[in-house]
């Protein structure tokens, strides 16, 4: 059974940074796409990031330029460096991963980190 953890999340000024992590756990896996997400309070959850297994990444457009999408292959690792952090971007962060069993793949949420962004 493939998991996914997130963490990295905390409270943090407005302006400042913070990276989470999206770690997978398991055996015999391989990770292909991954996706975070955020949901806010009363808010429908929203895609922030995209990445590919070849490492290609997409963005929300109004993130671009202060969100950045990375992974470590061998750590079986995604990251999501945010920058120049705003109030409105508390919210709860989750990563799904999409992961490669033999020859099947299986849809992977975390149980999400929170992110608080005090003005």
């Known amino acids: 059974q493939v998991q996914v953890v997130e963490s990295g999340g905390g409270l943090v000024q407005a302006g400042g940074s913070l990276r989470l992590s999206c770690a997978a756990s398991?055996?015999?896996?391989?990770?292909?796409?991954v996706d975070w997400y955020r949901q806010a309070p009363g808010k429908q959850r929203e895609l922030v990031a995209h990445?590919?297994?070849?490492?290609?990444?997409n963005y929300a457009d109004s993130l671009k330029g202060r969100f950045t999408i990375s992974r470590d292959n061998a750590k079986n690792t995604v990251y999501l460096q945010m920058n120049s952090l705003k109030p409105e971007d508390t919210a709860v962060y989750y990563c799904?991963?999409?992961?490669?069993?033999?020859?099947?793949?299986?849809?992977?949420w975390g149980q999400g980190t929170q992110v608080t962004v005090s003005s």
């Open positions: 799904n991963a999409l992961v490669r069993v033999g020859v099947y793949d299986y849809s992977r």
């Open positions: 398991g055996s015999g896996f391989s990770i292909n796409a």
């Open positions: 990445t590919t297994s070849g490492g290609s990444t």
